[in-house]
T-cell receptor, first 112, second 114 residues
Framework: DAGVTQSPTHLIKTRGQQVTLRCSPK?????VSWYQQALGQGPQFIFQYYEEEERQRGNFPDRFSGHQFPNYSSELNVNALLLGDSALYLCASSFQMNSPLHFGNGTRLTVT | AQSVTQLDSQVPVFEEAPVELRCNYSSSVSVYLFWYVQYPNQGLQLLLKYLSGSTLVKGINGFEAEFNKSQTSFHLRKPSVHISDTAEYFCAVSSSGGSYIPTFGRGTSLIVHP
């Protein structure tokens, strides 16, 4: 039973560039949530997707956007990267927005 | 809105000793409570959860936690730790009946010495 998978595992970008991170949910899950974890901090909620729509959003600017595909996989896009966007980005999946989250191993984004 | 305070940023302990990681939460509504563990270079793994019912919750790897509504606490305990328990531990809260979007604390680093 495959868990939550994220790609790539590591990424280095330059300030001002754009980045796309990808996530495949755990088998049987249909909801995807994205979190940002800065070094030494707890994860911060970015947004949640269910039925291909953004259902809830945390306190993140519009530079952060996402998408969910019919197969439930998801992408996180960040435009106009800032140095402060450097973090571990975690994807988590659940069932019908109504079960505890299962996390992937994350994508480590470094902005230089 | 909810918030979580993890009272200790770092807890050093010797192997086979008991440990308690403290967590207090703030919420104006009923809550669900969670503890997650994060090993180096990995994502978060659910240790245990409180949704309803018994206030003493048992999780994986010998951990347990007790929900105390009057003190708004959800402390994590293990009677005897192993070197392999060295990791970052996160307490999290979400509103019950909501969409299970937890708010996380800043984490407690458990360091187990031989």
């Amino acid at each position: 039973d495959a868990g939550v998978t994220q790609s790539p595992t590591h990424l280095i970008k330059t300030r001002g560039q754009q980045v796309t991170l990808r996530c495949s949910p755990k088998s049987g899950h249909d909801t995807v949530s994205w979190y940002q974890q800065a070094l030494g901090q707890g994860p911060q909620f970015i947004f949640q997707y269910y039925e291909e729509e953004e259902r809830q959003r945390g306190n993140f600017p519009d530079r952060f956007s996402g998408h969910q595909f019919p197969n439930y996989s998801s992408e996180l896009n960040v435009n106009a990267l800032l140095l402060g966007d450097s973090a571990l980005y975690l994807c988590a999946s659940s069932f019908q927005m109504n079960s505890p989250l299962h996390f992937g191993n994350g994508t480590r984004l470094t902005v230089t | 809105a909810q918030s979580v305070t993890q009272l200790d940023s770092q807890v050093p302990v010797f192997e086979e000793a008991p440990v308690e990681l403290r967590c207090n939460y703030s919420s104006s509504v009923s809550v669900y409570l969670f503890w997650y563990v994060q090993y180096p270079n990995q994502g978060l793994q659910l240790l245990l959860k409180y949704l309803s019912g018994s206030t003493l919750v048992k999780g994986i790897n010998g951990f347990e936690a007790e929900f105390n509504k009057s003190q708004t606490s959800f402390h994590l305990r293990k009677p005897s730790v192993h070197i392999s328990d060295t990791a970052e531990y996160f307490c999290a809260v979400s509103s019950s009946g909501g969409s299970y979007i937890p708010t996380f604390g800043r984490g407690t680093s458990l360091i187990v010495h031989p």
